[in-house]
C-alpha cells in the first residue's frame, strides 16, 4: 500500500514538471548561454527598479542549476532556488556550496516547498510561467509572498526580432498576444526589455542557438547572426528581446464591500 501511495506521488511529480531540453540535456551550452544573456544587465536594472531585493528573503522558482542565486545573493538576506528535476538540483547545490545564504529546495511551482508569507520576492525565468495553464503556481507564489510582495516573472518576448521571429517558426501556435492578455487578467503589469546575447566566439554562440531551436530553424538564424556581425568579427552579439510581468501582493486586509454605494456587491476591499 505505501509503495502504491509513494508511485502516485512520483507521477504526480512528473506530470507537474515541464520538459526543458535545453538545460536538461545540454548543461555546457546553457551554461555559456546563461553567461551571454543580458550582457548590458538591462534585465537587473528593470527588475531592481521595479522591487529591489537588498536585505530581502529572495525565492528563484524553476531555479535549473542555480545559476543567477549567487546573484540574487549579492544583496539579498536569503535566496531560496527550487527545481523539481533532480539531477539540476544537485548541480545548482555544488554552485552554491560556498554560499551560505543561499539553499535550494526540490519542488515545483505548483507546490513550492515553503511556509506561506515566507519570501518578498518570488522570481522565476524562463521557467513554468508561460502563460494560460500556469494559475496553480501563480496560486503558490501568493501563498508564499508576504504581503506587499513581488512576483517577478522573466520571459522571452517572442514578438521581438530576431529571436521572436526565430522562436514562432518553432512554435507556430504560440500566441504572444494571448499569454500577454492572460497576464494582464491576472493584474501582471508586464515591462518589455530589449537586451542583448554577447558571444566571446561564433562556436559558442552555435552551441546555444542549436540546443534553443530545430536544425533548420538553428542554421537559419546562425546565418543571420553570421551576416549581421559580419565574418571576421570576434565578439558576437544577438538582440534578445524579454518581458518582466510584475505583481505585488496587496499589503492590506482584504474584507467584504459593506458601504451603501456598494450594496449588491460581493467583490472585496482593500483596508
Ligand atoms: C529553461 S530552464 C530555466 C532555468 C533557470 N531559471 C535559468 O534561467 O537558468 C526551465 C526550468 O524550469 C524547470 N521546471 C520545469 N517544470 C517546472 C515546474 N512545474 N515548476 C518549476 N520549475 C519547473 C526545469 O526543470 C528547468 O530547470
Not at 543567477?68 to 544583496?75: D, K
Not at 552554491?96 to 511556509?115: E, F, Y
Not at 496553480?136 to 518576448?157: F, S
Amino acid at each position: 500500500m505505501l509503495w502504491d501511495k509513494e508511485s502516485r506521488v512520483l507521477r504526480r511529480r512528473k506530470a507537474e514538471i515541464l520538459p526543458s531540453p535545453n538545460i536538461w540535456y545540454h548543461a555546457g551550452a546553457y551554461e555559456i548561454e546563461n553567461r551571454a544573456q543580458d550582457a548590458d544587465g538591462e534585465i537587473w536594472r528593470v527588475l531592481a527598479g521595479l522591487r529591489d531585493w537588498a536585505g530581502l528573503d529572495v525565492v528563484d522558482v524553476g531555479c535549473g542549476d542555480g545559476f543567477h542565486l549567487p546573484l540574487f545573493a549579492e544583496r539579498a538576506r536569503s535566496v531560496i532556488g527550487v527545481e523539481p528535476h533532480a539531477p539540476l538540483l544537485a548541480r545548482a547545490r555544488k554552485r552554491i556550496a560556498d554560499h551560505p545564504t543561499i539553499s535550494v529546495k526540490r519542488g515545483a511551482a505548483q507546490r513550492i516547498p515553503l511556509p506561506d508569507a515566507s519570501a518578498d520576492l518570488v522570481h522565476a525565468r524562463t521557467a513554468y510561467f508561460f502563460g494560460p495553464g500556469c494559475e496553480p503556481g501563480l496560486l503558490e507564489a501568493e501563498r508564499v509572498l508576504r504581503p506587499g510582495g513581488t512576483l517577478a516573472i522573466v520571459d522571452l518576448d517572442v514578438s521581438a526580432e530576431p529571436y521572436g521571429r526565430w522562436m514562432r517558426s518553432d512554435l507556430p501556435h504560440y500566441d504572444p498576444v494571448e499569454v500577454e492578455k492572460f497576464f494582464a487578467g491576472q493584474g501582471f503589469s508586464c515591462r518589455r526589455v530589449a537586451t542583448r546575447w554577447r558571444f566571446t566566439d561564433v562556436e559558442s554562440m552555435e552551441s546555444v542557438l542549436r540546443i534553443e531551436f530545430s536544425p533548420r530553424v538553428a542554421r537559419l538564424a546562425i546565418a543571420e547572426v553570421m551576416r549581421d556581425n559580419g565574418v571576421s568579427s570576434g565578439e558576437i552579439t544577438i538582440p534578445v528581446g524579454y518581458r518582466v510581468h510584475v505583481r505585488n501582493k496587496p499589503t492590506g486586509m482584504l474584507l467584504p464591500h459593506s458601504s451603501s454605494s456598494d450594496s449588491g456587491s460581493s467583490s472585496p476591499r482593500m483596508l
